[in-house]
């Protein structure tokens, strides 16, 4: 079935610095991926996605490339901010799964000033 | 555009107590899910309907977990009785359609404790 893998949290970083969060998934058929992001009391909201390989999403400073050689999606960010402290998920929608979104299990990000 | 309405937002209950869920998705959507989400874990889906049928209730507990989507609009998601491993936050989210690339709106879920 599909599958989510992201790496473990919690990511520290200082303000203006690289960031990056890995994902690999398992899919069968050509799945779309997407980053949702959960600030601290609210729900999850979507933050960029791809449909198809070898697309960028990009959203609010945030990039992701649909990798289909490596089976990846990784996020970066050039220069985070202390506002962009929160949990970042992982997520894919294909048709061998129905195309019910499917998550992986969260990285939490904090950044310091 | 109002979004994905959940409530409570809080709930504590003691064990083999019966709780209910309410969500009310954005308006048009025909595509509705429920999450669990365990602390630490990412969302875990319980049932999607679409309209007011269910397309998938695979993973949904059903000796003590229940939900309905009368008239197709709002949802309900009822557990009973309930478990100390119930703890988590039960999100709903909705959907315009179903595909590849539709993306999921997502409700503040309702954080359920279980003692």
């Known amino acids: 079935g599909d599958s989510v893998t992201q790496m473990e949290g919690p990511v520290t970083l200082s303000e203006e610095a690289f960031l990056t969060i890995n994902c690999t998934y398992t899919?069968?058929?050509?799945?779309?991926l997407f980053w949702y992001v959960q600030y601290p009391g609210e729900g999850l909201q979507l933050l960029l996605k791809a449909t198809k390989a070898d697309d960028k999403g990009s959203n609010k400073g945030f990039e992701a490339t649909y990798r289909k050689e490596t089976t990846s999606f990784h996020l970066e960010k050039g220069s985070v901010q202390v506002s962009d402290s929160a949990v970042y998920f992982c997520?894919?929608?294909?048709?061998?799964?129905?195309?019910?979104?499917?998550f992986g299990r969260g990285t939490s990000l904090i950044v310091h000033p | 555009e109002a979004g994905v309405a959940q409530s409570p937002r809080y709930k504590i209950i003691e064990k083999r107590q019966s709780v209910a869920f309410w969500c009310n998705p954005i308006?048009?959507?025909?595509?509705l899910y429920w999450y669990q989400q365990i602390l630490g874990q990412g969302p875990k889906l319980l049932i999607q309907?679409?309209?007011?049928?269910?397309?998938?209730d695979s993973q949904l507990p059903k000796d003590r977990f229940s939900a309905e989507r009368l008239k197709g609009v709002d949802s309900t998601l009822k557990i009973q009785p309930a478990k100390l491993e119930d703890s988590a936050v039960y999100l709903c989210?909705?959907?315009?359609?179903?595909?590849?690339?539709?993306?999921?709106?997502f409700g503040q879920g309702t954080r359920l404790t279980v003692v």
């Open positions: 309907f679409q309209n007011n049928g269910v397309v998938d």
């Open positions: 899919a069968t058929g050509y799945p779309s």
């Open positions: 308006s048009g959507h025909a595509t």
């Open positions: 997520a894919l929608s294909s048709s061998g799964g129905s195309y019910i979104p499917t």
């Open positions: 989210a909705s959907s315009l359609l179903t595909g590849s690339n539709t993306e999921a709106f």
